[in-house]
T-cell receptor, first 111, second 112 residues
Framework: DAGVTQSPTHLIKTRGQQVTLRCSPK?????VSWYQQALGQGPQFIFQ???????QRGNFPDRFSGHQFPNYSSELNVNALLLGDSALYLC??????????FGEGSRLTVL | QKEVEQNSGPLSVPEGAIASLNCTYS??????FFWYRQYSGKSPELIMF????GDKEDGRFTAQLNKASQYVSLLIRDSQPSDSATYLC????????????FGSGTRLSIRP
């Protein structure tokens, strides 16, 4: 039973660039949430996708956007990268309950 | 005021003792509450959830919820070195678990 998979695991970008992170949910899960986790902090909710629609959104600017595909996989896009966007980006999937299953994350460094 | 607040620690507890972790939340309408454990360099994993006032026990773990005080706690009995991790309190702010908000976490260290 495949868990949540994310790619890439690490990436380095420069300020102003754009990045796309990808996530495949756990088998059977239809809901994907994205979180940003800075060092020493808890995960910050970016948004959740369900049935290919953004269902809820946290306090993140419009530079953060996403997409969910018919196979439930998801992408997180961040435009005009800032130094402060450096963080671990976590994807989590679930099936309508609060039991989130997390991927190992994508570590983004912005120089 | 943060939506979910936790003491960042570190909380140091001797092996075999009870570790007590606390969390408060701001939205009185929150319905479900979760404790996740995160080892250093790893992703969070769910260890307990609680929906009703009172206590819920699972092995060495007990979650306690007091909705009137907007307070959630986690007790770990017979603490083991393997319990050393960051414990994240999370609250469901949306319907169908559509918005799970995390606190900043409490770092727990079990000393032999």
């Amino acid at each position: 039973d495949a868990g949540v998979t994310q790619s890439p695991t690490h990436l380095i970008k420069t300020r102003g660039q754009q990045v796309t992170l990808r996530c495949s949910p756990k088998s059977g899960h239809d809901t994907v949430s994205w979180y940003q986790q800075a060092l020493g902090q808890g995960p910050q909710f970016i948004f959740q996708y369900y049935e290919e629609e953004e269902r809820q959104r946290g306090n993140f600017p419009d530079r953060f956007s996403g997409h969910q595909f018919p196979n439930y996989s998801s992408e997180l896009n961040v435009n005009a990268l800032l130094l402060g966007d450096s963080a671990l980006y976590l994807c989590a999937s679930n099936l309508g309950t609060g039991e989130l299953f997390f991927g190992e994350g994508s570590r983004l460094t912005v120089l | 005021q943060k939506e979910v607040e936790q003491n960042s620690g570190p909380l140091s507890v001797p092996e075999g003792a009870i570790a007590s972790l606390n969390c408060t939340y701001s939205d009185r309408g929150s319905q479900s509450f979760f404790w996740y454990r995160q080892y250093s360099g790893k992703s969070p994993e769910l260890i307990m959830f609680i929906y009703s006032n009172g206590d819920k026990e699972d092995g060495r773990f007990t979650a306690q919820l007091n909705k009137a005080s907007q307070y959630v706690s986690l007790l770990i009995r017979d603490s083991q070195p393997s319990d050393s991790a960051t414990y994240l309190c999370a609250v469901n702010r949306g319907s169908s678990a559509s918005k799970i908000i995390f606190g900043s976490g409490t770092r727990l260290s079990i000393r032999p």
